[in-house]
T-cell receptor, first 115, second 114 residues
């Protein structure tokens, strides 16, 4: 199994540009999570989906952020327009439920730098 | 409400010394507890998990953690630190009952000195 796949691994963009981060979860996992990690705030949950439906988006910072999951094997996180304070590492994780316990598997992350 | 507190944002040990990373939790329902490790420029990897089957849990790379309900703690230990253990460690919980949202602590960065 290839694990959770994220692309791109690194993204450098200028303020005001649109940024799209992509995630392919592990096949068979039915929940997907987007996190943001910064030195100041640590690891924050932005949004999560179950069976492709957004369940909790209370962590999405503002309307500039949007996330979609059109099918079980693909999700995007979009920032439009981007701002320097959006610079962070964004992680995607997918969830497997085994013996009643949920376990999350993380991707390698996308390091976003907004100039 | 649920929360996880990791005492000490930075811990430094000598190679071969005991590693002890502290985690305390607060949860209104019985929790499942996890320790994740993050190596530089990588994602989080599961070290071990407590699922109420046994209070002493063994994980990968020689790490173990003990669930102590009376102390609401889930401290991570390793008898002898190795240089390759240098990383950031996160304690996290999920409430039992089907919840999928992990609540993370702020992390502890472990430095191993030669």
């Amino acid at each position: 199994d290839a694990g959770v796949i994220q692309s791109p691994r690194h993204e450098v963009t200028e303020m005001g540009q649109e940024v799209t981060l992509r995630c392919k979860p592990i096949s068979g996992h039915n929940s997907l999570f987007w996190y943001r990690q910064t030195m100041m705030r640590g690891l924050e949950l932005l949004i999560y989906f179950n069976n492709n439906v957004p369940i909790d988006d209370s962590g999405m910072p503002e309307d500039r952020f949007s996330a979609k999951m059109p099918n079980a094997s693909f999700s995007t996180l979009k920032i439009q327009p981007s701002e320097p304070r959006d610079s962070a590492v964004y992680f995607c994780a997918s969830n497997l439920r085994l013996a009643g316990v949920n376990e999350q598997f993380f991707g390698p992350g996308t390091r976003l730098t907004v100039l | 409400a649920q929360s996880v507190t990791q005492l000490g944002s930075h811990v430094s040990v000598s190679e071969g010394a005991l590693v002890l990373l502290r985690c305390n939790y607060s949860s209104s329902v019985p929790p499942y507890l996890f320790w994740y490790v993050q190596y530089p420029n990588q994602g989080l990897q599961l070290l071990l998990k407590y699922t109420s089957a046994a209070t002493l849990v063994k994980g990968i790379n020689g790490f173990e953690a003990e669930f102590k309900k009376s102390e609401t703690s889930f401290h991570l230990t390793k008898p002898s630190a190795h240089m390759s253990d240098a990383a950031e460690y996160f304690c996290a919980l999920i409430g039992q009952g089907g919840s999928e949202k992990l609540v993370f602590g702020k992390g502890t960065k472990l430095t191993v000195n030669p």
